[in-house]
Structure formats: C-alpha cells, structure tokens
C-alpha cells in the first residue's frame, strides 16, 4: 500500500499571508493527487488536485505543484482570509485507492 | 440531484449489536467507498466498489462487511459493533476510470458503548 505522511500537522497564519503543506507519498505508481478541505463538523470537498504529468496547476489563492521524482506534492494558498481555516487533506491515488494524508489543521489569525 | 447521502446521521450501539450504515448516490458513479475517520486521523478505506457486483478490503475492513448490488446502494455492515468502531463514517463517490474528485456523503456519527 501507500505510505503517506502530510505535514505540517498545524499551521497557523496571520490573515493575508502565505500557506504551504506538504505531503509526501511511497508508490511511485500514484498518478492522482488531491487535496480536500474538511470545516469542522463537514464532508472533505475537494479543492484543487493534480495528475501526474503535470507539474503545477492553480485556481485563484490556492496552487498545487507536483515533484514525482521526489514523491511529494503541496498545496500553496496565497492571501490566506478567516474562511480559509479547516482541516486540509492529501489524498494520492494508486491501485484504485485513495490514501489520505492525517491532515493539516490551519489557522488564519484576522 | 442529492448527490451522495447516508442514513443515519447518528447512532448509538451496544457492544454486539449489528447495524446497517446505508449509502446512495444519484450521480451514476461506478466507484464507492466507506471511510472512517477518528479524531487527529485522516480518512481510512474501509471496503471500496468499483461497480456493481464488485468490492474490495481497504486499509481498515475488520468487522465490516459490504455488498452492492446496484450502482446506486453501497450499505456498511456491522458484524459485532465494538467501542473501537466509534467513529464518524464517511461514504464517498466517484465516476470510475479516472480517478476523479471524490463526492462524500455528510456522514454518520456512530457511538458504540
């Protein structure tokens, strides 16, 4: 199966500044790489994700980039705001599973 | 549409009993999975589907049985509840041949004493 680990585990941040998680995996046969967001008492919704020949993808705050030779991936968000605070998992994708990531809990001070 | 929903939203079981978790989504996904999701944990696969007819052990499928029957209905099965099944349980969809966005159900609160 798949080893992944997702760090780091808490991130807290003044409002408008930059967030960075990180997360790592071991099969290099992987070729999906999401990320969802979890509100507290919510569903994790998918917010961005990525395939595997494709290094970089971005949709307004939030980016992702890719370095499969490395095996990890991370979720950037830019101009962070109040709303942004939740729980953020990585959820790669190999043998018709996904592994999720422990999350990341981040903060966003106002 | 609904989209992917879980009946119920919350239970309590005795030690031994057996329930029922039911799912349906309407989105004509091939691809189903349960999760369980424990405090500071992520999301564990317990059993997955990728059509009707068709499943698969995740990480975690001790105690739990599924089926599936049509591509709407994916039910968990509790054999035995045990207090380490408390936990919240996720359902989750997808159209299969992708892999694609997951669409997971609200959730089912389960409290085993």
């Known amino acids: 199966g798949e080893n992944v680990e997702q760090h780091p585990s808490t991130l807290s941040v003044q409002e408008g500044d930059s967030a960075v998680i990180k997360c790592t995996y071991s099969?290099?046969?992987?070729?999906?790489f999401p990320w969802y967001k979890q509100e507290l008492g919510k569903r994790p919704q998918l917010i961005i994700d990525?395939?595997?020949?494709?290094g970089e993808k971005k949709d307004q705050r939030i980016a992702v980039t890719l370095n499969k030779t490395a095996k990890h991936f991370s979720l950037h968000i830019t101009e962070t705001q109040p709303e942004d605070s939740a729980v953020y998992f990585c959820?790669?994708?190999?043998?018709?599973?996904?592994?999720f990531g422990t999350g990341t809990s981040l903060t966003v001070i106002p | 549409n609904a989209g992917v929903t879980q009946t119920p939203k919350f239970q309590v079981l005795k030690t031994g009993q057996s329930m029922t978790l039911q799912c349906a989504q309407d989105?004509?996904?091939?691809?189903m999975s349960w999760y369980r999701q424990d405090p500071g944990m992520g999301l564990r696969l317990i059993h997955y589907?990728?059509?009707?007819?068709?499943?698969d052990q995740g990480e975690v499928p001790n105690g739990y049985n599924v089926s599936r029957s049509t591509t709407e209905d994916f039910p968990l099965r509790l054999l035995s509840a045990a207090p380490s099944q408390t936990s919240v349980y996720f359902c989750?969809?997808?159209?299969?041949?992708?892999?694609?966005?997951?669409?997971f159900g609200p959730g089912t609160r389960l409290t085993v004493t």
């Open positions: 989750a969809s997808t159209p299969f041949g992708g892999p694609y966005e997951q669409y």
């Open positions: 099969d290099s046969a992987s070729n999906y």
């Open positions: 990525i395939r595997s020949n494709v």
């Open positions: 959820a790669p994708y190999t043998g018709n599973q996904f592994y």
């Open positions: 989105m004509n996904h091939e691809y």
């Open positions: 589907s990728v059509g009707a007819g068709i499943t």
